[in-house]
């Protein structure tokens, strides 16, 4: 069974900085894509960013530039580096494993999440 934990959450002010962690636990396969989501009050869960096996990284439009997404294979952890935080940040941010096969997503993967507060 896949378990995944986050941590790193909390309230920052408009322009600061906070870095996710996201740590997983059980079988992981090399074709298992991670990531990070958020949903904020009211609104449907987004997509933040992820890494493939194959390192590609893709971001929404929304963080260019200022979030950073890094794994570490060996550790089985992903961490989301967050910069330049806008009050439009906050939300439950979430850790994803989505299980890959023949290119076809079999299931995901979701931690409990941790809330990240951006506000003055």
């Known amino acids: 069974q896949v378990q995944l934990v986050e941590s790193g959450g909390g309230l920052v002010q408009p322009g600061g900085s906070l870095r996710l962690s996201c740590t997983v636990s059980?079988?992981?396969?090399?074709?298992?894509?991670m990531g990070w989501y958020r949903q904020a009050p009211g609104k449907q869960r987004e997509s933040v960013a992820s890494?493939?096996?194959?390192?590609?990284?893709n971001y929404a439009d929304s963080v260019k530039g200022r979030f950073t997404i890094s794994r570490d294979y060996a550790k089985n952890t992903v961490s989301l580096q967050m910069n330049s935080l806008k009050p439009e940040d906050t939300g439950d941010y979430y850790c994803?494993?989505?299980?890959?096969?023949?290119?076809?997503?079999?299931?995901?993967?979701w931690g409990r999440g941790t809330q990240v507060t951006v506000s003055s």
């Open positions: 059980g079988i992981i396969f090399s074709q298992d894509v």
């Open positions: 890494v493939t096996s194959g390192r590609e990284i």
């Open positions: 994803n494993l989505r299980r890959m096969s023949a290119g076809v997503v079999r299931r995901d993967y």
